[in-house]
Nanobody
Framework: QVQLVESGGGLVQAGDSLRLSCTDS????????VGWFRQAPGKEREFVGA???????TYADSVKGRFTISRANSENTAYLEMSSLKPEDTAVYYCAAKFARPMEQSTKREEYDYWGQGTQVTVSS
């Protein structure tokens, strides 16, 4: 059973960096693609990026070049490294897991089977 826990959120200033972690306490994350999504107040949850089981990643245009997703399967953890943060990056960030073939990942939230509880990221101007 996948149980995802995000951590690393907080309050930062524009231009700062932050790293979020997503750990699977069920210790099966190696079998899943991982997606990162975010939801700002009053807005729909949107795709940020995703990484396949073997490390192939894709990103939303709004974060491309600033955010990097990685994973450490031996640690059952995925990471979202965020740099050059902007106030519009303020949101609750969620990680999600999708049972997948090694090269597969998805930008669609409805394709993900398991979700973490979210962690707040606030970027002040």
């Amino acid at each position: 059973q996948v149980q995802l826990v995000e951590s690393g959120g907080g309050l930062v200033q524009a231009g700062d960096s932050l790293r979020l972690s997503c750990t699977d306490s069920g210790r099966t994350l190696r079998n899943y693609a991982v997606g990162w999504f975010r939801q700002a107040p009053g807005k729909e949850r949107e795709f940020v990026g995703a990484i396949s089981r073997i490390g192939i990643s894709t990103y939303a245009d709004s974060v491309k070049g600033r955010f990097t997703i990685s994973r450490a399967n031996s640690e059952n953890t995925a990471y979202l490294e965020m740099s050059s943060l902007k106030p519009e990056d303020t949101a609750v960030y969620y990680c999600a897991a999708k049972f997948a073939r090694p090269m597969e990942q998805s930008t669609k939230r409805e394709e993900y089977d398991y979700w973490g509880q979210g962690t707040q990221v606030t970027v002040s101007s």
